[in-house]
């Protein structure tokens, strides 16, 4: 099966594209794609697809080695989905792909291919109608919102601090920041930093989106932690939430990062599907 490779997609494609990744997850109840790779199709970027008799059968996306693909349900079991992780794999030489929702298809074509599944994201929710507890700041420490245009450097600096180790979300740039300003859902008023002597020490972004609210990212600067601001800020944004009228609450946390679980579960929440990467074995 040959997987044509775009460097720009066209507008034709990039609405088939998105019309695949809408009938998986009609048909699948979990999106198949994440926010960072539908916001570079949507932007016409890069993309590796299959077609099954001149339709667009299959959707996959590479950033640096981490992919996430996609087969449309109607042209699943014809091998889409093993031609597309073939060329990203041949693309990339290594590969870690996400498998949202852990469904059985996916699990089901990564142990075909020998793939290892060694990281994993628990998605939590909590019903807003619950009570919330207080929010106590630690000394020193000032809230206020997100100011556009102002703070998206001093914000990229601190998030680079907070998530030194996270392959992903410590890579941001202050373009990347700015796309998602773009976006519908984006608020300032649900964006809060936290300042100890005027400098960002930590923040909490809140989205709405479909109805229902988001931890969206919660870092604490390595200079702040152990003074209890990441409680703090949470739920600072979930008052927030709340506020709104929205009826819930969910959030993303890796399944390892122990103190955050623990924390967003004594706080109400509760693991309810998970998302699960996996990577090719070594060459």
Same mark, same amino acid.
């Given at each position: %099966?040959?997987?044509?490779?775009?460097?720009?997609?066209?507008?034709?494609?990039?609405? +088939?594209?998105?019309?695949?990744?809408?009938?998986?997850?009609?048909?699948?109840?979990?999106?198949?794609?994440?926010?960072?790779?539908?916001?570079?199709?949507?932007?016409?970027?890069?993309?590796?697809?299959?077609?099954?008799?001149?339709?667009?059968?299959?959707?996959?996306?590479?950033?640096?080695?981490?992919?996430? &693909?996609?087969?449309?349900?109607?042209?699943?079991?014809?091998?889409?989905?093993?031609?597309?992780?073939?060329?990203?794999?041949?693309?990339?030489?290594?590969?870690?792909?996400?498998?949202? *929702?852990?469904?059985?298809?996916?699990?089901?074509?990564?142990?075909?291919?020998?793939?290892?599944? &060694?990281?994993?994201?628990?998605? %939590?929710?909590?019903?807003?109608?619950?009570?919330?507890?207080?929010?106590?700041?630690?000394?020193?420490?000032?809230?206020?919102? &997100?100011?556009?245009?102002?703070?998206?450097?001093?914000?990229?600096?601190?998030?680079?601090?907070?998530?030194?180790?996270?392959?992903?979300?410590?890579?941001?740039?202050?373009?990347?920041?700015?796309?998602?300003?773009?976006?519908?859902?984006?608020?300032?008023?649900?964006?809060?930093?936290?300042?100890?002597?005027? !400098?960002?020490? *930590?923040?909490?972004?809140?989205?709405?989106?479909?109805?229902?609210?988001?931890?969206?990212?919660?870092?604490?600067?390595?200079?702040?932690?152990?003074?209890?601001?990441?409680?703090?800020?949470?739920?600072?944004?979930?008052?927030?939430?709340?506020?709104?009228?929205?009826?819930?609450?969910?959030?993303?946390?890796? !399944?390892?990062?122990?103190?955050?679980?623990? %924390?967003?579960?004594?706080?109400?929440?509760?693991?309810?599907?998970? +998302?699960? %990467?996996?990577?090719?074995?070594?060459?």
């Amino acid at each position: %099966m040959d997987v044509i490779t775009r460097e720009r997609l066209t507008d034709d494609e990039v609405g +088939d594209a998105l019309a695949v990744a809408e009938a998986a997850a009609e048909v699948d109840g979990v999106r198949p794609l994440g926010e960072s790779t539908l916001l570079r199709l949507r932007d016409g970027g890069g993309a590796f697809l299959t077609r099954d008799g001149g339709t667009l059968a299959g959707v996959g996306v590479l950033d640096g080695d981490a992919a996430e &693909f996609v087969v449309h349900p109607g042209f699943r079991r014809r091998g889409h989905g093993r031609a597309l992780a073939t060329a990203l794999l041949g693309a990339a030489g290594s590969l870690r792909v996400w498998a949202h *929702g852990e469904l059985p298809g996916a699990v089901a074509l990564a142990g075909s291919l020998g793939f290892e599944r &060694f990281r994993a994201l628990w998605k %939590m929710r909590r019903p807003l109608d619950a009570s919330l507890p207080e929010v106590a700041w630690p000394a020193g420490v000032r809230l206020r919102t &997100f100011q556009v245009g102002v703070d998206e450097d001093a914000w990229v600096r601190v998030n680079a601090r907070a998530f030194a180790d996270h392959p992903e979300q410590g890579a941001w740039t202050r373009a990347d920041l700015e796309r998602r300003e773009r976006e519908p859902w984006f608020s300032a008023a649900g964006f809060f930093l936290a300042e100890r002597d005027g !400098e960002p020490i *930590g923040f909490h972004w809140t989205k709405v989106e479909d109805g229902v609210g988001e931890v969206y990212v919660v870092g604490v600067d390595p200079s702040a932690q152990g003074l209890g601001l990441g409680r703090a800020l949470t739920l600072t944004g979930l008052h927030h939430l709340r506020s709104l009228g929205l009826p819930t609450v969910i959030l993303y946390a890796d !399944e390892s990062n122990t103190p955050a679980t623990g %924390m967003y579960a004594r706080l109400g929440f509760e693991h309810f599907a998970t +998302d699960a %990467m996996y990577r090719a074995p070594a060459r």
